[in-house]
């Protein structure tokens, strides 16, 4: 170091740096702003700058550092436990659903992981709230010993759910292991399982996973004005009109349930014959919510009337419930939900009771929403979707 570096860093008797006073006026203060700014950016000054090496911190072990705490900084260091390492326990190199191999541990996984859930990285489908089924009786069930549902043709379970977009084929395997998946109604917690892909019902809690590719399930927000069939002969605009940009534009498609003209919003599309006749079945009770639209003021007593029943044409129809979403000068907006498919059911129960409905829309069936899908598109459902949407007809 130069005489001025060693006069510009004094040492004092008790070994710490003291700030030497600036006595040269302006001049000397310009010029140690200017060697702070040389210091600062790494330029100039009488040796190089030299970026600090990154401390490298030593793993320490909760469980050690918890004992060393316990008995104090002075002890001796634990001795190394005596627990033989995996690599030496019988059958650790042997593949997974082997005989002989170990059987995997179920991982505890983090609540709200996406990886823990079946499907959990797709966009649509995830706050469809808990599995809605069916409350149909059941025959007797029969417990099936898992050598029968093995297919020795077949393709490893784990690699099934994987092609189909469950999770990574690890994540697959711990579900497995979990107990969390049903072969043909029957729980498989056996690692080596082959299945036949073309017959076999899988199921990841509670979801159904659709194997056949073939398949098609989409949801159409109609416009006001669209009829409700796939070809008009009046020539008014159908729903076909609509699949022209899709990739689906040829096929023939069921659309679940129907909408009049004048009423807009969801329509499911499908060509699963037997979804379609258990969404449309009255037996299976598949609730669909509406918001109507009013004018106001709405009289109090007029939501449990709607709920008690009111007398049709056709015979006694209610509404599942009733609630006020939003009222304004001369109109309000009703959200009901109810799980009849009677034609014009919603207009003709709200003129039953003195209140003709002046804008009509179906936002949900069943665990299926509209959200903020914009009218006159068409999206494909996510599979979760399709999954909640099978089980609330127990499919």
């Not at 030593?58 to 004992?67: I, K, Q, S």
């Not at 030496?88 to 179920?106: S, V």
């Not at 994540?171 to 107990?179: H, Y």
């Not at 690692?191 to 073939?214: F, M, S, W, Y």
Request: positive net charge.
């Amino acid at each position: 170091m130069t005489q001025a570096g060693r006069q510009g860093s004094p040492r004092s008797g008790s070994g710490r740096n003291l700030p030497q006073r600036n006595t040269s006026g302006g001049s000397a203060g310009g010029g140690s702003r200017g060697g702070a700014a040389k210091r600062s950016t790494g330029f100039g000054g009488d040796r190089p700058h030299r970026a600090p090496k990154p401390r490298e911190e030593r793993f320490v072990d909760p469980d050690e550092a918890g004992a060393r705490q316990g008995r104090g900084a002075t002890d001796k260091p634990a001795k190394p436990s005596s627990r033989k390492p995996s690599a030496r326990k019988p059958g650790a190199k042997k593949a997974p659903g082997t005989p002989g191999a170990p059987k995997a541990k179920p991982r505890t996984a983090v609540p709200g992981a996406a990886a823990s859930r079946a499907f959990g990285s797709e966009r649509f489908g995830q706050n469809l709230g808990p599995l809605r089924k069916p409350s149909r009786r059941k025959g007797p069930g029969r417990d099936v010993p898992q050598s029968e549902l093995h297919d020795a043709d077949g393709i490893r379970l784990q690699k099934v759910m994987a092609s189909a977009g469950v999770a990574s084929r690890r994540v697959c395997e711990e579900m497995i292991a979990e107990g969390r998946v049903e072969v043909d109604g029957q729980v498989v917690t056996e690692l080596g399982v082959r299945v036949d892909p073309k017959t076999a019902v899988i199921h990841v809690d509670g979801l159904r996973i659709q194997l056949d590719e073939n398949l098609v399930y989409m949801v159409f927000n109609k416009p006001k004005g669209v009829v409700s069939t796939m070809e008009d002969p009046e020539g008014r605009p159908c729903i076909s009109d609509f699949l022209k940009n899709t990739k689906n534009k040829g096929e023939r498609l069921f659309h679940v349930g129907r909408l009049d003209v004048a009423t807009e919003g969801l329509l499911l599309l499908t060509n699963d014959g037997e979804l379609a006749n258990r969404l449309t079945h009255p037996s299976y009770e598949v609730p669909k919510t509406y918001l109507v639209q009013v004018r106001g003021p709405f009289p109090h007593g007029i939501g449990a009337q709607l709920k008690a029943g009111v007398e049709l044409e056709d015979g006694l129809a209610s509404v599942d419930s009733f609630r006020l979403v939003d009222s304004t000068p001369g109109h309000v907006l009703i959200e009901v939900v109810l799980h009849s498919g009677k034609n014009r059911i919603v207009r003709r129960m709200f003129d039953a009771v003195g209140f003709p409905v002046q804008r009509l829309v179906r936002v949900k069936v069943g665990p299926i929403g509209l959200g903020d899908q914009r009218q006159g598109s068409i999206r494909n459902l996510g599979k979760q979707e399709i999954g909640h949407l099978l089980a609330s007809v127990g499919l």
